[in-house]
T-cell receptor, first 111, second 109 residues
C-alpha cells in the first residue's frame, strides 16, 4: 500500500531563517507531487507541483522553492522566511486526475 | 478566472441528512472531487464525479450536473464524527485540483 511521510510535524522559525520541509512517498512510482499551504480556516493554495524528477511548476511567485531530487521525494525550501509564510504545509501525491493523497502536514509558525 | 463557491458553514442535527453545494467556473473540467478535513488534520479523499449523476459511497453521496456547473455532497445519518470541513475541488486538464474555500459542517446532538 502507498504511504506518504512528511516532517517535521510542527516548526517554529524566526523571520529570516531558512526552511526545508521534506516529503517522501512509498508504494508507488512516478507520482505527481504537490505542495500546498493552508491558512487557518481557509482553503488550500497550490504552491508547487511536479510530474517527474527535476520537473517543478510554480503556481505562486514567492520566496519559496521546491525540488524533486528523487522520484518519490519532494522538498520545499526557503532561504529567508517571512511572517506571511506561516501556515499549514501539506504534501500530496496522485497518479490520476481526481484523487490526491495527503501527508500529515507541517504546521509552520514564523516569529 | 477560475472559482468554486460553497457555503462557509452548515449546521445539522445528528442523525439527519445534509447537503453541501458547490458551483464552479473553471477553464478546464475533468471532474468534481470532495475531500473531508478534520480540525488539525490533512484532507482525505471522499468521492468524485466525472459524469453527470449520483455516486454513492456508504453514507456519503455526490452529485454532478456539468450543464449547470454544479455539484453537491450529501451526507446521511449524520454522526458527530462527521463534524469537519468539506472541500469541493475541480480537476483541470493538468491533473491539478482547483479548490473551494471549504464548508465547515457543525453537527448538534
Amino acid at each position: 500500500s502507498q504511504t506518504i511521510h512528511q516532517w517535521p510535524a510542527t516548526l517554529v522559525q524566526p523571520v529570516g531563517s531558512p526552511l526545508s520541509l521534506e516529503c517522501t512517498v512509498e508504494g508507488t512510482s512516478n507520482p505527481n507531487l504537490y505542495w500546498y499551504r493552508q491558512a487557518a480556516g481557509r482553503g488550500l493554495q497550490l504552491l508547487f507541483y511536479s510530474v517527474g524528477i527535476g520537473q517543478i511548476s510554480s503556481e505562486v511567485p514567492q520566496n519559496l522553492s521546491a525540488s524533486r531530487p528523487q522520484d518519490r521525494q519532494f522538498i520545499l525550501s526557503s532561504k529567508k522566511l517571512l511572517l506571511s509564510d506561516s501556515g499549514f504545509y501539506l504534501c500530496a501525491w496522485s497518479t490520476g486526475p481526481y484523487e490526491q493523497y495527503f501527508g500529515p502536514g507541517t504546521r509552520l509558525t514564523v516569529t | 478566472g477560475q472559482s468554486l463557491e460553497q457555503p462557509s458553514e452548515v449546521t445539522a442535527v445528528e442523525g439527519a441528512i445534509v447537503q453541501i453545494n458547490c458551483t464552479y467556473q473553471t477553464s478546464g473540467f475533468y471532474g468534481l472531487s470532495w475531500y473531508q478535513q478534520h480540525d488539525g488534520g490533512a484532507p482525505t479523499f471522499l468521492s468524485y464525479n466525472a459524469l453527470d449523476g449520483l455516486e454513492e459511497t456508504g453514507r456519503f453521496s455526490s452529485f454532478l450536473s456539468r450543464s449547470d456547473s454544479y455539484g453537491y455532497l450529501l451526507l446521511q445519518e449524520l454522526q458527530m464524527k462527521d463534524s469537519a470541513s468539506y472541500f469541493c475541488a475541480v480537476s483541470d486538464s493538468n491533473y491539478q485540483l482547483i479548490w473551494g474555500a471549504g464548508t465547515k459542517l457543525i453537527i448538534k446532538p
